[in-house]
């Protein structure tokens, strides 16, 4: 058995079946266990008052379902895969489990957002917000099974820089080109400077470690989101994954994630990696998270 593990929530949906073959594809390529993982969520003392308790019947045909994706998949990836079920709140079942075997990885799908101000689907988001460990979402249908231009959005924060080893990771994975990204307001000559020598500093470091990389300062409007403008670097390299920072690292130092973190895990058509800073020892301002 691998080291590393992957763990692959599965509710058997479309869409969770995408995201499947994108970890088997990750999976062969860092040499990693997969660990399907189905939740049956528990009833409400109501429901359980009034309905036949059918719950080990339920388990055990989710686990039989689960053995035979586990089969189908290990046998045409060459990938050790475990199965288990468990029974409660999604998202605290994924995050449990996840600590419990030490995932360095977890790849869920996501429907995003079902309709105009809504944010993304409540467990994926309460996955990302909670979990130690970085969370790959995809939500659409058609990926490429390789990656050939990562986008690494960077602001200010110290925090940010947190995600170029993981972007290093991943680009020699596949040979490809990390493409950093920072947006400055127009009339922001001060930030201008700063940012450029932030994304040059980090452009240097990148190329020093022997992967390919590019830099671009993307200037900007207030009245446009900066998830917008990250969509539109994206589309210019036609890009295969988005990697972001997930925590607002407030006063409260709250597991809150960040407006636009949020916006672009809910409306990328690309994965995103969400990456949640380490845990600080003293108390920062805001940050958009990026």
Same mark, same amino acid.
């Given at each position: 058995?691998?080291?590393?593990?992957?763990?692959?929530?599965?509710?058997?949906?479309?869409?969770?079946?995408?995201?499947?073959?994108?970890?088997?594809?990750?999976?062969?390529?860092?040499?990693?266990?997969?660990?399907?993982?189905?939740?049956?969520?528990?009833?409400?003392?109501?429901?359980?008052?009034?309905?036949?308790?059918?719950?080990?019947?339920? =388990?055990?045909? @989710?686990?039989?379902? #689960? %053995?035979?994706?586990?089969?189908?998949?290990?046998?045409?990836?060459? &990938?050790? !895969?475990?199965?288990?079920?468990?029974?409660?709140?999604?998202?605290?079942?994924?995050?449990?489990?996840?600590?419990?075997?030490?995932?360095?990885?977890?790849?869920?799908?996501?429907?995003?957002?079902?309709?105009?101000?809504?944010?993304?689907?409540?467990?994926?988001?309460?996955?990302?917000r909670s979990s130690k460990c970085p969370v790959i979402t995809i939500k659409g249908k058609d990926h490429r099974d390789g990656c050939e231009n990562?986008?690494?959005?960077?602001?200010?924060?110290?925090?940010? =820089?947190?995600? @170029?080893?993981?972007? #290093? %990771?991943?680009?020699?994975?596949?040979?490809?080109?990390?493409?950093? &990204?920072? !947006?400055?307001?127009?009339?922001?000559?001060?930030?201008?400077?700063?940012?450029?020598?932030?994304i040059k500093q980090v452009e240097k470091f990148v190329l020093d470690a022997g992967v390919k990389c590019t830099s671009e300062l993307v200037e900007?409007?207030?009245?446009?989101?900066?998830?917008?403008?990250?969509?539109?670097?994206?589309?210019?390299?036609?890009?295969?994954?988005?990697?972001?920072?997930?925590?607002?690292?407030?006063?409260?130092?709250?597991?809150?994630?960040?407006?636009?973190?949020?916006?672009?895990?809910?409306?990328?058509?690309?994965?995103?990696?969400?990456?949640?800073?380490?845990?600080?020892?003293?108390?920062?301002?805001?940050?958009?998270?990026?």
């Amino acid at each position: 058995m691998s080291a590393s593990k992957i763990l692959v929530p599965i509710g058997f949906s479309e869409q969770s079946i995408v995201a499947l073959g994108q970890a088997f594809n990750l999976a062969k390529i860092k040499n990693s266990d997969i660990v399907l993982l189905s939740v049956i969520e528990d009833q409400s003392i109501m429901q359980s008052l009034f309905l036949d308790d059918k719950s080990d019947e339920l =388990k055990s045909r @989710v686990k039989s379902k #689960l %053995e035979g994706i586990a089969s189908e998949y290990s046998n045409k990836y060459g &990938v050790d !895969v475990d199965t288990m079920v468990a029974k409660g709140r999604v998202y605290e079942e994924i995050n449990e489990v996840a600590d419990m075997i030490s995932a360095d990885l977890i790849v869920m799908g996501t429907n995003g957002a079902k309709s105009k101000g809504k944010f993304i689907g409540s467990n994926a988001e309460k996955v990302v917000r909670s979990s130690k460990c970085p969370v790959i979402t995809i939500k659409g249908k058609d990926h490429r099974d390789g990656c050939e231009n990562i986008i690494l959005p960077l602001d200010l924060e110290k925090q940010t =820089k947190e995600k @170029v080893t993981y972007a #290093l %990771e991943y680009a020699r994975y596949w040979d490809a080109t990390i493409r950093i &990204v920072s !947006v400055v307001l127009r009339d922001n000559n001060e930030v201008r400077e700063k940012l450029m020598r932030n994304i040059k500093q980090v452009e240097k470091f990148v190329l020093d470690a022997g992967v390919k990389c590019t830099s671009e300062l993307v200037e900007g409007e207030k009245k446009r989101t900066l998830g917008d403008f990250v969509f539109d670097y994206e589309k210019k390299f036609d890009a295969d994954l988005i990697m972001i920072m997930t925590k607002k690292e407030e006063l409260t130092l709250s597991n809150n994630i960040s407006v636009t973190a949020r916006y672009i895990i809910n409306n990328s058509e690309i994965p995103v990696m969400s990456i949640r800073p380490k845990e600080a020892n003293f108390i920062t301002g805001p940050t958009t998270a990026f």
